[in-house]
Structure formats: structure tokens, C-alpha cells
């Protein structure tokens, strides 16, 4: 890469939950030399204007969601022009849920258009918070290193089958707790309700990340021999069938657990 790589991370004064910044941290860690651009909400994003290798948007709560609709809305082309270009994007948690077409929230009384980016809706229930782990392969990484997360999320996801998904889950639910298939993935643009922080605790997923951002240069972890062990340890439990409550499965419309 002859330019400087370039994170651009949004609203990190609203999207900043579940510890999940610490993904910029970390690909900080990994990639020293980027330059990590932090936007807030009065902003221009800086991909609106100029070339950035990878957007980001974590974990926002409810309110934190409409205000980012409200600042990218005016940017909806060009946010598909950069994912049909090929430009990478990590939407965490909730974030995802900001580029679909509607969310809706009945105990909150809204019901509101999203970005429209993605044909996906998202119903929140305040007092119907779903809690889980996530195991599932990528095509990015070889199968004996799933991706690992968690769920914890007062939304579920409903979108077309036709749009493609980031994992189809082996254990836990995906979009929504009637399918496996997790988040979204179109060209290089992720989106993903699971929260970890994802590429602290997918080692082998954050080294496919930083080859596909950069490929001409050789991808290193940053506290590399710690993410591998950790991530090792956290499979061996992620296989313990001990380790997985009856919830944590896909469900038949007829609501009956649907075992692995």
C-alpha cells in the first residue's frame, strides 16, 4: 500500500458500548503506521471526501441509533458506491441495524426509516433482551478457526434470505432467534450483531481483516501469542456442549428448539 491506511471510526462520542471500540484499539495495535480518523456526529465523515481503507460504526444505544440515521442519510450513495467499489466496513451490534430500512420500537412508541442501505428491519423490545454466545465459520478463515462471539440485544433482525449473511451459525441464533444466518456481508461490507470485541477475540478473522486491507504487506497481531492462546481456550468452551443453554439455539417457527 503506497498511502497511509486509513480507520475511520464514527460517532465514537454515541457508539461506544460493550467495550467495543477497543476493535480500533486493537487493529491500532496491529497496524501502528494507520492513521485512525475519529468523527464525531457534527462532522463530515471522511469518506464522504476522501479515500479511507476501512468505516467503522460500534454499539449505540437507542437514541445514539437515530442520530447517526440523521448523519448518514444525506450519505446513503455514497455509502454504496464504497461497499460496490470494495471499500471495507465493520458494523458491530446495532450499528448494522442503522443502514436497514426501518427500526421499530412500540414500548418506546417510533417507528422510524433507517438508511436504507440494506433490506433489513429491526424490532426492538426494551424488556426482551436476548443473551448468548455465537459460533460460526466465515469464508475468510478456515473452519477450524470459527468465529467466536456474543449477543446481548433488546433487537432482532429480519431481512430476505436472498441478502447475504457475515457467518451461518453452527451454535447459538442468527439474525433473529428463528435462523442461523448472522448479520450481513456484501463485497467487503460486514455487519454483525455480535459483540466480543469481535476482531480482539477472533484473532485469525483480524488477520484475514488487516490482508484484505492491505495486501501487499505480511498481516502481524499485535499481542500475538495472548489473542491465539485466548482465543484457543475460548474454543475448547465454545465446544463444552455444557457451555450452551437450551435458548441458544435456532428455533422452529413452532418456537421447539431445533438441536445441533
Known amino acids: 500500500m503506497s498511502r497511509v491506511l486509513t480507520i475511520e471510526m464514527l460517532f465514537p462520542e454515541v457508539a461506544n458500548l460493550h467495550g467495543d471500540n477497543f476493535n480500533i484499539t486493537y487493529l491500532g495495535q496491529c497496524r501502528p503506521d494507520a492513521r485512525i480518523v475519529r468523527t464525531r456526529l457534527t462532522e463530515t465523515p471522511a469518506f464522504v471526501t476522501g479515500a479511507v481503507d476501512l468505516v467503522y460504526l460500534g454499539p449505540l444505544t437507542e437514541h445514539g441509533?437515530?442520530?447517526?440515521?440523521?448523519?448518514?442519510?444525506?450519505?446513503?450513495?455514497?455509502?454504496?458506491?464504497l461497499i460496490e467499489a470494495g471499500t471495507t466496513f465493520l458494523?458491530?451490534?446495532?450499528?448494522?441495524?442503522?443502514?436497514g430500512a426501518r427500526i421499530r420500537n412500540d414500548e418506546m412508541d417510533?417507528?422510524?426509516?433507517?438508511?436504507?442501505?440494506?433490506?433489513?428491519?429491526?424490532?426492538?423490545?426494551?424488556?426482551?433482551r436476548y443473551n448468548g454466545k455465537v459460533m460460526g465459520t466465515v469464508p475468510t478463515v478456515d473452519a477450524a478457526h470459527p468465529v467466536l462471539g456474543y449477543k446481548s440485544q433488546f433487537s432482532m433482525v429480519t431481512a430476505p434470505e436472498s441478502l447475504p449473511g457475515f457467518l451461518t451459525a453452527d451454535r447459538g441464533i442468527g439474525r433473529n432467534t428463528t435462523t442461523a444466518v448472522e448479520g450481513v456481508r456484501r463485497g467487503n461490507f460486514i455487519g454483525?450483531?455480535?459483540i466480543g470485541p469481535l476482531l480482539v477475540v477472533n484473532p485469525h478473522f483480524t488477520r484475514a481483516l488487516l490482508a484484505q486491507l492491505d495486501p501487499d504487506s505480511e498481516p502481524t497481531l499485535a499481542h500475538e501469542s495472548f489473542a491465539l492462546n485466548a482465543y484457543e481456550a475460548r474454543l475448547a468452551d465454545f465446544h463444552d456442549n455444557r457451555r450452551w443453554h437450551p435458548f441458544e439455539r435456532v428455533q422452529h417457527e413452532s418456537k421447539q428448539p431445533n438441536h445441533p
Open 65 to 81: 441509533q437515530l442520530k447517526a440515521i440523521e448523519r448518514l442519510l444525506p450519505h446513503k450513495d455514497r455509502i454504496e458506491a
Open 91 to 99: 458494523f458491530t451490534h446495532n450499528a448494522l441495524e442503522v443502514l
Open 110 to 128: 417510533y417507528d422510524v426509516a433507517g438508511v436504507g442501505v440494506f433490506e433489513l428491519e429491526s424490532t426492538l423490545r426494551m424488556f426482551g
Open 192 to 194: 454483525t450483531s455480535l
